[in-house]
Every structure is written in C-alpha cells, then in structure tokens.
C-alpha cells in the first residue's frame, strides 16, 4: 500500500477525462456541425451509405493513426516544420488506406475516387493534430483522434441515410420503399441526389442540434 | 357586420385573452381577425396616424393582380387539354376543365403553407406573417398544371421552411419563395417540369390524342432548334400555347403590372429593367447567332416561358429585390440579361428566368451595398470640394 502512495497516481485508461474525449466530439465538439470543418466530403460522398461508411471508417483509421505518431514524435519535432511532418504523416496513412481499398473494395474505390486522396486535406484531421496531439500523450491522443472521426462518421452517415432513403429510395444499396408506393405515384427526389442537399441536410442537422442544446447557439 | 364585429370582440376574442381558456393560440386567432378588420389598437405616444395599408393589404393587392393570369391560365389549360385530343367544346367547358385542374393546386398550396406559417408563429410567438398570401398564389401559377398534388406540397413545404422560416420569417427570407418551391420541384422531378408534359392529357374512354401533337412548350420547341411548329407571335402574347399554369399570357400579366404600378405596389424600374436588359441580350444572341435558338428576334423572349410573368410578379418582390433605386434597375437589367443567356446557352435550363432570379436575389443585398457606397463617396468627394463656408 505504502509504494503505491509514493507513486504519482496513474491514469486508468478510460478515466472520465478520456470518456470525454470519445463522447465530446459526437456532441458539444462536433468537428462538423460545431465547428464546421470538412464539409467537402460531407457534400461529396454522401450520395449512398455504402461508400459514406468507408469514407468514415478511413478517416477514423487516419486520425486515429496519424495523431498517435505525432504524439510519440511531439517532443522532436522541430516547431517551424511542424505542419510539413504532420502533413507527411497523413500523407503516408493516407496512401497506405487508399491502397488496401483499392486491393479488398475496388468498387468502392473507385466510387470515391479522388475523395480518398484528399483525406490528406481533410482539415478535421490537421486542426486534431495541431490542437492536440501535438501536445498530449499518445493514448488521449488516439482517442481524441477515434472520437473526432467518429463525431464525422456519425453526421456523415446521417446525411447519407437520408439522401439515398429520398435520392435512391436504397439502404445501402436495397430497395427499401416498397414497388407499390411507387405504382401509387412516388418518384424518388432526384435533388437528394445532388450536392447543394447535403448541405441543406446538413444545416437542418445543426438547426436540431442547436435548438436542443441552446448553449451552441453564438450571439453574434 | 357591426353586430359581427361586436360579436367577435365580446364573445370570441376574450378566450384568446391572457387568463382565456384558448390563449395559446392567440396568434392565430389574431391573424385571422385581421384579415377581416383592422384591430382598434391605437398608439399610446408618438405617431397617431396609422396608415390602414398594412402588409396584409399590400399582399393582397399582389393577388388582385394576379387574378387576370389566373383566370386565363384556367382557360388555357381547358383550351390546351381540348385541343390536345381534338375536340370541339364550348368557351365555358373549356374553362370548367381549367377550374377543376387547377382549384386543387391553389388549394393545396394555400393550407399546406399556411398551416407552416401559423405552425412557425405559435412555436415562436411572433405574429402570423402574411407574405404567404402571395407566395401561395404564385406557387401554382409557375407549375404545370400535370404536376402531381403531393409534389406541390412538399415543394411549398420546402419553400417556407427552408427559404423562409429558416431566416426568421417573412421579410428576412434571402430567396422568392414562391420561386424556391418552383426550382425544387425542377431538380427534385425534372421529369414533370422539362417542359414536354405540360398538358392535361388523361384520356377517358373512347378519346384520343390528336395526330402530330407534341404537347412541347414554345421554350422547348426553340430550344431544340425546331421552329417550325412555334406558334404565332400573337398567339404567344395572348397566351393561347402550353406553359405553365399563369404565365402563359403575357397580356393578362401586363393587366396584373399595371395593377401593380398603379398602386404603388410593384416597382416600376424593376420591370422596365428586367424587359430591357432581356432585350439587349437577345439582341447581342442575334449578332453571333449560329444556330436558329440565337437568330430568335429578342422580343420573342419577352412573350415566351415565364418571362413577363418573373419579371412583372418576381423579381419585383419587395424582400429578395434590392432596395436603392439604382440597384433596382442594375438588379432588374441582370435579371433580363441573365435569363435570356441561360435560355440560349445552356440548354439543360430551357427556363432560364426561374434561375436568373434566384440568382440575382443572392446578389441584390451586394448592388445595394455597392450603390449606397457609392453615393457616400460621390458625397464625400463634394463636401471636399465645395469651398469652406465660415
């Protein structure tokens, strides 16, 4: 008992401060609708789930990765080239994601086509890298890194679910309004399917979010 | 109807009252006494006059003018439905089929953006704004006639609460709503609005489609470069072709312009520019033309599509037109320019005067900031010249 009081107390690994930083990013901190970063690909890749859901998975697997290495390397990187490295890093997982798509999912690869290059400037990415790993350790790190993709992933799935339920009448590629409400007159909303409705879908999501959370709403 | 009046006011109006059993619906209930009389509020300090023309009023003056494209457009859609399957029927048939065509538009126009409205108002407590008086009016007259009900209402459900509501309500609203809704059904179900299906055609049994009909709209026809089947140029501007609902006159819209310059309701600049600045453009078009669409005399544009009737009921709208009177006549001259480009240029658009005016209601806020800098400058400039007086 006496050694362990000696010790500094050590951290458990899902403490409340790193629960935090899992479950922030899917509210409060959202990197899409609070901060609005990364919109791009929310206007790009939503057009199915299918490829939505891998573009969240790479991103997660990205952030997740990338900001573990620079957290190792904070204390040797040289502060005036620090956004070369951070780039250099992405653009490594970034490579190495698109590279395993290509070779297990080359339909979806193909799908996403250059958006799986321009993870690199996906600014959700950067900013954690900038304004966290650089000056934390590697395990809040990578859970900051998980929980910022999975703030993304969650938004980018919503605007997905809807624009392929009302653009496609799909999920996930299977026909889910039924043959007989289109013999009764329904046409599938071919607007759903083009860009300018992800962004509309996205400013209702933040329109909910806002109205439930009053503290979000800025007074400016 | 004084009795009226006093009925209203001793009986319905205290369950509205703070403390009456129906006060959270005061809202409602207040725009719907206003629609009939003006309240007798009268101003504690300050101003004592008040002028009787509220927004109410002003919308409805809109209507009124709206009523001559209204009725002709019922006319046409039985003149153009008859003649599509070759039969000959009287003057007030063809009328009746027009009624019973497009009353269902109107009404479903009206109640599903209303109910928004007065939704809106008692969520959040502000007064029940009128401006839908007109969009409501509009919304049917800038569809064809053949699109389906519940397509209407989700447009005009879209349109209130994404160009409206969104941005606090009638008057904060960036974009013409009732042209929002127009350009959501034109992406969302570009098969109903290509302009090849614009008239009523749902055959009973034992009727047929005449030989030779296409059923294609003026626009269409041009813009695929085949004019020999376009009508006369007096029939385009009597409005006797297939189009839209209301905007197939140009004569019943030039009945609802004066109207709408007579009472001060409508901007006069606004439509003189956008005419104008449809002209040049044209003319410009005819210079370069290569193909038949461009060699099109520019005036051809002024009584085809919905020309006349955006530029007389749209880009004239109050909110989304830009407020300086310099600006009204840049905003109305790009209005004109733009849509004849879009027209002839790019023939995925073949109405071009839907999307110039939502464009240049993006920009009027800019030509007004522009035009009020301006005159600071010209201003300034004087006061620096102008010698000192002591």
């Known amino acids: 008992m006496s050694e362990n009081t000696n010790k500094p107390k050590k951290e458990e690994l899902f403490s409340a401060k790193n629960r935090k930083l899992l479950s922030n990013p899917m509210g409060k901190d959202n990197p899409i609708t609070v901060q609005v970063l990364g919109i791009c690909s929310v206007l790009a890749v939503t057009v199915q789930l299918r490829p939505s859901l891998v573009m969240a998975l790479s991103v997660a697997a990205v952030m997740g990765v990338s900001n573990v290495v620079i957290s190792l390397l904070r204390n040797t990187i040289p502060q005036r080239i620090r956004i070369i490295v951070q780039l250099t890093v992405i653009a490594s997982m970034v490579i190495l994601v698109d590279q395993v798509l290509k070779a297990f999912f080359y339909d979806i690869s193909r799908q996403l086509s250059v958006f799986v290059g321009l993870i690199i400037t996906n600014c959700i990415i950067m900013g954690r890298l900038e304004a966290f790993a650089l000056s934390n350790k590697p395990w809040p790190s990578f859970?900051?890194?998980?929980?910022?993709?999975?703030?993304?992933?969650?938004?980018?799935?919503?605007?997905?679910?809807?624009?392929?339920?009302?653009?496609?009448?799909?999920?996930?590629?299977?026909?889910?309004?039924?043959?007989?409400?289109?013999?009764?007159?329904?046409?599938?909303?071919?607007?759903?399917?083009?860009?300018?409705?992800?962004?509309?879908?996205?400013?209702?999501?933040?329109?909910?979010?806002?109205?439930?959370?009053?503290?979000?709403?800025?007074?400016? | 109807m004084k009795a009226l009046?006093?009925?209203?006011?001793?009986?319905?109006?205290?369950?509205?009252?703070?403390?009456?059993?129906?006060?959270?619906?005061?809202?409602?209930?207040?725009a719907f006494q206003t629609f009939l009389y003006v309240k007798g509020d009268v101003t504690r300090k300050g101003s004592h006059i008040r002028d009787a023309i509220d927004m109410k009023r002003t919308m409805f003056h809109v209507v009124i003018a709206l009523v001559p494209a209204l009725l002709f457009g019922m006319w046409n859609v039985g003149l153009q439905h008859y003649r599509a399957i070759g039969l000959e029927v009287t003057f007030f048939d063809q009328f009746l089929f027009g009624l019973i065509k497009v009353l269902p538009l109107v009404v479903v126009s009206y109640v599903v953006g209303l109910a928004i409205e007065f939704i809106f108002a008692e969520i959040r407590n502000h007064e029940v704004n009128e401006g839908f008086l007109v969009s409501g009016m509009l919304i049917p007259l800038i569809i064809p006639v053949t699109?389906?009900?519940?397509?209407?209402?989700?447009?005009?459900?879209?349109?209130?609460?994404?160009?409206?509501?969104?941005?606090?309500?009638?008057?904060?609203?960036?974009?013409?709503?009732?042209?929002?809704?127009?350009?959501?059904?034109?992406?969302?179900?570009?098969?109903?609005?290509?302009?090849?299906?614009?008239?009523?055609?749902?055959?009973?049994?034992?009727?047929?489609?005449?030989?030779?009909?296409?059923?294609?709209?003026p626009l269409a026809?041009?813009?695929?470069?085949?004019?020999?089947?376009?009508?006369?140029?007096?029939?385009?501007?009597?409005?006797?072709?297939?189009?839209s609902v209301g905007e197939t006159s140009t004569l019943a819209i030039l009945i609802g312009a004066v109207i709408l310059v007579a009472t001060g309701v409508g901007s006069?600049?606004?439509?003189?520019?956008?005419?104008?600045?449809?002209?040049?453009?044209?003319?410009?078009?005819?210079?370069?033309?290569?193909?038949?669409?461009?060699?099109?005399?520019?005036?051809?544009?002024?009584?085809?599509?919905?020309?006349?009737?955006?530029?007389?009921?749209?880009?004239?709208?109050?909110?989304?037109?830009?407020?300086?009177?310099?600006?009204?006549?840049?905003?109305?001259?790009?209005?004109?320019?733009?849509?004849?480009?879009?027209?002839?240029?790019?023939?995925?658009?073949?109405?071009?005067?839907?999307?110039?005016?939502?464009?240049?209601?993006?920009?009027?806020?800019?030509?007004?900031?522009?035009?009020?800098?301006?005159?600071?400058?010209r201003r300034l400039k004087r006061l620096k010249k102008a010698p000192v007086k002591v």
């Open chain 2, 5 to 30: 009046i006093e009925f209203v006011e001793k009986k319905i109006q205290p369950n509205f009252e703070k403390g009456g059993k129906l006060h959270k619906f005061h809202r409602s209930f207040e």
């Open chain 2, 268 to 377: 006069f600049r606004i439509m003189a520019s956008v005419v104008l600045g449809g002209l040049f453009m044209g003319g410009i078009l005819n210079i370069f033309a290569v193909n038949e669409f461009m060699a099109t005399p520019a005036y051809y544009h002024l009584v085809i599509g919905g020309f006349a009737f955006g530029a007389v009921f749209m880009a004239t709208d109050p909110v989304t037109a830009s407020q300086t009177p310099t600006g009204k006549y840049i905003y109305g001259a790009l209005i004109g320019v733009v849509a004849v480009l879009i027209r002839v240029v790019n023939p995925a658009y073949p109405e071009g005067m839907m999307l110039a005016i939502l464009l240049m209601n993006v920009f009027a806020p800019l030509i007004d900031h522009y035009v009020v800098e301006a005159n600071i400058k």
């Open chain 2, 147 to 217: 699109t389906p009900l519940w397509m209407v209402a989700l447009a005009t459900i879209f349109a209130v609460i994404i160009g409206k509501e969104v941005f606090g309500g009638t008057g904060m609203n960036i974009l013409n709503p009732a042209l929002l809704a127009r350009a959501f059904l034109f992406f969302a179900y570009p098969a109903y609005l290509s302009g090849e299906v614009w008239i009523e055609t749902s055959l009973r049994e034992g009727q047929q489609l005449v030989d030779g009909f296409s059923g294609a709209t």
């Open chain 2, 221 to 243: 026809m041009l813009a695929a470069n085949e004019t020999e089947q376009l009508p006369s140029i007096i029939e385009m501007f009597l409005g006797t072709i297939p189009g």
């Open chain 1, 143 to 220: 859970l900051d890194g998980v929980g910022n993709a999975a703030g993304y992933g969650a938004v980018l799935l919503t605007v997905a679910f809807f624009r392929e339920l009302l653009g496609s009448g799909t999920l996930f590629g299977y026909q889910i309004v039924p043959n007989f409400i289109y013999d009764m007159g329904y046409v599938n909303n071919g607007f759903m399917i083009l860009p300018p409705m992800a962004l509309i879908t996205v400013g209702i999501i933040i329109w909910v979010q806002r109205h439930r959370n009053p503290e979000l709403v800025d007074a400016s």
